[in-house]
């Protein structure tokens, strides 16, 4: 999001659904920040939807940056309009970070589920899945970002491989609890694999199932 907000014709949203996804599902328990996100955003993902998704904008490029798991108990079809790139990350580097905030969640909160539900929705729209792997575009991130504009039929800009360090005027109210990373920032940070760090014995089990449907999405990630 911080990279294509660097674009003079991008205009970036924040995680427009979070509102709607805490308001269906029992992560509003768990989540930091979760009541003073449901009052300041609205709760029905039909009308976000609506009113963000397929408005029309000053700006020929909308960036929205959604988790997979927030697209719960929404009709899909309207990502037929849009063009769906996939984020995914490792599984062991993800559960390791992901733990650290969230001490205790389950496979339907780590967005792997969704990735392929979304990923088959696409193929079955005749449409090949942009899946970017994050180590992968941590390594080479103007490589990586070329391969994606090419792909979104957009000219790659450099300005999008470095920003201000500190926040953005669209990030959203949860960004005390998740952005410290990003906002200490001002590039892509080299990957650096969470090898002294170890993964809590009870996730064991939930690394096997992420493990399996990560690598339904390999044959689709740009390289």
């Not at 009541?35 to 976000?48: A, P, Q, T």
């Not at 959604?66 to 559960?95: C, I, Q, Y």
Request: proline content about 7%; glycine content about 4%; some cysteine.
């Amino acid at each position: 999001m911080y990279s294509f907000a660097q674009r003079q014709d991008t205009r970036v949203y924040d995680e427009p659904l979070y509102a709607h996804y805490l308001s269906h599902t029992e992560a509003r328990k768990y989540h930091p920040g979760a009541e003073k996100i449901l009052r300041s955003k609205d709760n029905s993902g039909e009308r976000v939807i609506r009113n963000l998704f397929l408005s029309n904008s000053e700006k020929p490029v909308l960036f929205f940056k959604n988790m997979a798991h927030h697209l719960v108990d929404l009709d899909w079809g309207f990502l037929s309009k849009l063009t769906n790139v996939l984020l995914t990350r490792e599984p062991r580097d993800m559960l390791i970070s992901y733990s650290k905030t969230i001490p205790e969640f389950g496979l339907d909160d780590v967005g792997y589920l969704k990735l392929n539900e979304l990923s088959n929705c696409i193929l079955k729209e005749g449409q090949v899945p942009i899946v970017l792997d994050s180590q992968i575009l941590l390594k080479n991130p103007e490589r990586i970002l070329r391969k994606l504009c090419d792909r979104l039929g957009l000219p790659f800009k450099s300005a999008m491989l470095s920003w201000e360090a500190g926040p953005r005027p669209e990030d959203g109210i949860w960004a005390p609890y998740w952005y410290h990373g990003i906002h200490r920032s001002s590039r892509f940070q080299p990957y650096a694999p969470k090898t002294e760090e170890t993964l809590p014995e009870m996730l064991e089990p939930l690394l096997k199932e992420c493990l399996e449907l990560y690598d339904l999405l390999r044959p689709y990630i740009l390289q």
